[in-house]
């Protein structure tokens, strides 16, 4: 056995290698990568971080530590995290390889096995770790079950790579798939209605040929998650495989049912998702407020609502009201907005100079920011509290931290140079004052 992995694993670090000159290893990933090291690390902490969750949750069987087992199975391989920085980068690789699929979002491929993903699509937009999730969830897969059929596969990981994201170092579910609400609710409304007996048992050709097969999919594994089922779920296709009866069993209802319940969900959770997308699609402040306020009637819990509509005020400058929907985000430390409106809360009290406020709320969001690549910026906020609170030894340490934080060179430029001025490098705080 170790002796045919010895090779393989061999060529395919030699070929890694030569593509990206940087190697990072953590506990269960090997990273390639030509990235900041800053930018990795987050990378490395947010892969880690799912991989224990879903180890915890959801699956039974994991991956060999690389760093003590790493020639032991070869079903047990280290999984190769190939990360590039846009999506043309990976484009390029895929093509070197022999990967004759287009780019998008990432790809896993389950031979070497790796995730190809990057930071930024094509268009500038960033691509965020749903393409890594995306591709470690279906790896567990792969390790746990037999044979699974592609709507397991897709539905399963487009929920857990696509609607989470890592806070305080557990996965957390942020809501609904948005786009994919707005395709609902049209689709819907035109009278389609989900059919999980269909979906259940679609071949391969016939869930990708379906147009919202994937889409049906992963709302099933949403709705599973949000009425507690998921984990049963799971348990029980491992032990009794992948016919609707299991979803029966779990669900404690016949499939007509299902149907109803899972309709009655997705005109709940789903539509919540498309009226918070619509606007944010909407360039008018008006047409904004009344998506948010659809959304938050149908799923009055709805954080990511609230917080859209905190932001409508904030650029109004109506900060007052912009509190009353951030004040019932700060209520709950577990939210999936909580960090975002901490940020928000201070950035308000910032504006009106009242900067030991906007400390105290940045500071909360700063405790919640271990996984969030963008920190630097938030530290800069701090470093510019302690200074104008005049506290120079926590505005020099945390300049210092924005410093070391920020991966991106062609960013913040002329704050950078501010924070060295700052720190001792060169200048006074009479520049920082004039700025």
Not at 242 to 267: A, G, H, R
Not at 337 to 359: F, H, I, P, V, W
Request: proline share 3%; aromatic share 18%; net charge positive.
């Amino acid at each position: 056995m170790k002796k045919r992995v010895l090779p393989c694993l061999c060529w395919a670090l030699l070929l890694f290698t030569v593509a990206f000159a940087q190697t990072h290893q953590s506990e269960h990933f090997t990273i390639y990568s030509d990235l900041d090291t800053c930018y990795v690390r987050f990378v490395q902490a947010n892969a880690e971080a799912y991989y224990k969750d879903m180890v915890e949750r959801y699956f039974e069987t994991g991956w060999l530590n690389p760093s003590v087992d790493f020639y032991a199975d070869a079903d047990q391989k280290p999984l190769i995290i190939y990360y590039s920085k846009t999506q043309a980068d990976t484009q390029k690789l895929f093509n070197e390889h022999g990967h004759k699929i287009d780019s998008g979002y990432g790809y896993y491929a389950r031979s070497i096995p790796a995730i190809y993903a990057h930071q930024f699509m094509n268009n500038g937009q960033r691509s965020g770790f749903g393409a890594l999730f995306r591709g470690i969830t279906y790896h567990f897969i792969a390790l746990n079950y037999s044979d699974s059929p592609a709507w397991f596969n897709e539905g399963l990981g487009s929920f857990l790579g696509g609607q989470t994201r890592i806070i305080k170092g557990k996965l957390k579910v942020i809501g609904p798939n948005l786009q994919h609400g707005q395709i609902f609710r049209d689709r819907i409304e035109k009278g389609l209605r989900p059919n999980v007996k269909f979906l259940l048992s679609t071949s391969t050709k016939q869930f990708y040929d379906w147009s919202v097969g994937r889409h049906f999919a992963e709302a099933l594994f949403y709705w599973l998650h949000e009425s507690g089922q998921l984990e049963r779920y799971l348990s029980n296709v491992r032990a009794n495989g992948f016919e609707v009866s299991v979803l029966e069993e779990t669900l404690s209802m016949p499939c007509e049912k299902i149907n109803v319940e899972f309709l009655k969900f997705i005109k709940k959770s789903c539509y919540a998702g498309a009226y918070l997308q619509d606007g944010r699609q909407s360039e008018d402040t008006a047409v904004k407020e009344r998506a948010f306020l659809s959304a938050l009637e149908l799923k009055p819990d709805y954080d990511a609502a609230k917080l859209e509509l905190a932001k409508c005020y904030y650029r109004g400058k109506d900060y007052e009201k912009c509190r009353e929907y951030l004040k019932q985000i700060m209520g709950d430390p577990k939210s999936s907005e909580y960090r975002r409106g901490a940020k928000l809360m201070g950035d308000t009290y910032y504006d009106q100079k009242d900067y030991s406020k906007a400390l105290e709320y940045y500071n909360r969001a700063w405790a919640y920011s271990d996984y969030y690549e963008y920190k630097y910026r938030l530290a800069y906020k701090i470093a510019n509290c302690y200074y104008y609170t005049e506290d120079s030894y926590n505005a020099k340490q945390w300049y210092k931290k924005f410093l070391d934080g920020r991966w991106e060179p062609e960013s913040m430029k002329d704050c950078a140079d501010y924070a060295r001025k700052y720190t001792g490098l060169t200048g006074t705080a009479t520049d920082m004052k004039q700025r």
